[in-house]
């Protein structure tokens, strides 16, 4: 198949109309999240910056927000990670392999890959943050020579609710990665650093000057982890987060994403520091 | 464009033919208040009247627009749907046509949004300038909305009996092309105009302590004021505020199936940012759970949020959403209360 030129695909009557993507693979990670493989039906590519997110569509059900968790490097096939919360989850979760969604995007302003090449990169994931920065660590990884240091700090609740183990276990092998991970509580076999992910910071070496720090987790992780890197003396205008914000349209008409003025559909959802501090509904 | 004279009579009458022929929408009295209807002859139009209950906005925003059409099944088909009928609305307010304009701003020239670009297109917009202020709660001299001097197909100024016609667009002077007792406006006929413009400017007087330009940076250092909290006591979250006001514009989007369970359509509808739902994310966790925040957030959105995305009032002074409130909240007081306690954290 032609692919379409990305401009041409988006130049639609409707900026609500979705484009119709196959799900081609499907992987339970745990017992609330799966993962999803994806193409779209015209072939084209989705031409997406890690960071940036999709509306999915399960017609007739609704409409979400979700994270592209694959990089761009990876080819024309791209990969959700979905936690079963509520109608459209639950309803991705029956569709089978074969099956249509609708995908409107990629939505929103990604990673600022530009500013963390010749940089150390310290990627900090909470959860289910993970998600979208797995999207980031494999850009890196596959641009490896691109960047400095890359140090990847995880956590999660327990280990039952750790994701990607498998790609993890690679990372964790490889002596151009410093990967390390946290649980706030221990089950039998887990072996690893317990406590919240800013107990990983004790035995980390961060060079302010040179380190971008990039963190996706929940509201207080943000707050903790955003202490712990201006305490290293990092500038606030090269800390990064993403944020999550309910959001219907994804595109700045609908209001629900707003920040006090800031559209987290648009104008993020990735951030730096520098421009939310001052946001008090931020919740920084 | 060249502007018009028209008696009165032959307007009314040129209105009387346009609505038995085309959809005519006016401002109706109906009960206490007044509505933008569908008409059947002039006459039915309202001779006074203060801004409509709802504004004129909603027939480019209605309640619930249907965006989409599908049909599932082996190939799931999908198309946009476009719904946009022709309609003439009259006697559309100064400080509403200010709104549209700030929608056409965000939903055309920002947005690309097909489905309001539509209805858009198919609608014509007859103005009719404010000649005295409609009641204490209007502020529109203040927010400098009472003047319009873009975005109308055509404006009529009402100067006893005849009425001044400002053309505004191609499509203003093609209607009026049809309508006969009408002449050229001569010097004369502007100068009768002035002189009524000159009239409207001395019974309007200043309601806000603020110039427009000057409530941004006010709501800015007045984010710590205790008068939200006290805001926050008395709102109801009720919602009637953003329902009325035309600048509102905020929306939920969902899906419906048809009973064959193999069609459907996704449609939109409005929502409002002074429920506790409208920030509340998967987890359970709202980003503006007190109201004191909403209040915030709504008269922040209005005086100051739009105008520094889209360097236009956001507020058009029309005074609709304190004439809706049940406990009197009033853009005007907030306003002047902030005002005159600047970035302190005390109220009155
Ligand atoms: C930018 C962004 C990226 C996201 N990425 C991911 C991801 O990669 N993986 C993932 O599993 N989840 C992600 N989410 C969260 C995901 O969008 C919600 O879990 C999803 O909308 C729930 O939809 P539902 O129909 O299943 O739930 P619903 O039946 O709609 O509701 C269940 C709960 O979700 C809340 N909710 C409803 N709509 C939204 C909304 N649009 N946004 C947030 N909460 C909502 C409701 O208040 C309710 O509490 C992301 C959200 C955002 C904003
Ligand atoms: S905020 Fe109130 S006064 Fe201002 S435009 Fe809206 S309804 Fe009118
Ligand atoms: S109308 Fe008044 S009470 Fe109702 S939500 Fe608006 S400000 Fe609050
Ligand atoms: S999701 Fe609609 S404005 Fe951001």
Known sequence: MNPLPLAERRLKPSPFLPDLAEIIRKDRLTATETLYRLRLADGSELGHTPGQFLEVSVLGIGEAPFSISSSPTRGEAFELCIRRVGDVTKALERLELGSMVGVRGPLGRGFPLSTMRKQNVLVIAGGLGIVPLRSLITNLIDERDDFDDVTILYGCKNPGEMLFKDEIAQWVTRDDVDFRVTTDIADPGWKGNVGPVTTLFRRLEVHPARTVPVMVGPPVMFKHVVKQVLACGVPEDRIVLSLERRMKCGIGECGHCQINGVYVCQDGPVFTYAELKRLEEAML | ?348
């Open chain 2, 1 to 348: 464009m060249l502007d018009r004279m028209v008696p009165k009579a032959d307007l009314n009458r040129f209105i009387d033919r346009l609505a038995s022929e085309q959809t005519v929408a006016a401002p109706v009295a109906e009960g206490p208040s007044i509505r933008f209807q569908a008409i059947r002859a002039a006459h039915e139009i309202a001779e006074h009247y203060l801004p409509t209950a709802l504004p004129p906005s909603k027939y480019l925003l209605p309640v619930k627009e249907t965006l989409l059409q599908f049909r599932l099944g082996e190939h799931i088909e999908m198309e946009p749907v476009l719904e946009a009928p022709e309609v003439i609305v009259f006697g559309i307010r100064p400080c509403d046509l200010h709104a549209l304009a700030l929608l056409d701003a965000i939903f055309i020239d920002d947005k690309h949004d097909g489905h309001y670009a539509a209805r858009r297109r198919r609608i014509t917009l007859v103005g009719m300038e404010c000649l005295e202020p409609c009641d204490d709660r209007c502020f529109c001299h203040s927010m400098e909305t009472l003047e319009v001097h873009a975005n109308y197909d055509l404006l009529l100024t009402d100067l006893g009996d005849d009425v001044y016609v400002a053309v505004g667009s191609p499509k203003g002077r093609d209607l009026f092309a049809g309508l006969t007792g009408a002449r050229e406006a001569l010097y004369e006929d502007r100068t009768r105009l002035r002189r009524a413009h000159e009239a409207r400017d001395a019974a309007f007087t200043p309601r806000l302590d603020v110039s427009f330009d000057q409530l941004p940076g006010l709501l800015a250092e007045s984010a710590d004021s205790l008068l939200w909290d006290v805001l926050g006591e008395k709102c109801l979250s009720c919602g009637a505020c953003t329902n009325v006001c035309p600048t509102c514009y905020c929306f939920d989007v969902g899906d419906e199936l048809d009973l064959d369970l193999a069609t459907g359509r996704r449609y939109r509808t409005w929502d409002s940012c002074q429920l506790d739902a409208f920030a509340m994310v998967g987890t359970g966790e709202s980003f503006r759970k007190p109201r004191a925040m909403r209040v915030k957030h709504r008269l922040n959105r209005k005086g100051r949020y739009i105008m520094e995305r889209y360097g236009r009032q956001g507020c058009v002074g029309c005074g609709r959403c304190a004439r809706a409130c049940l406990v009197d909240i009033n853009p005007i007081e907030v306003f002047n209360q902030l005002k005159g306690q600047p970035a302190s954290r005390t109220v009155r």
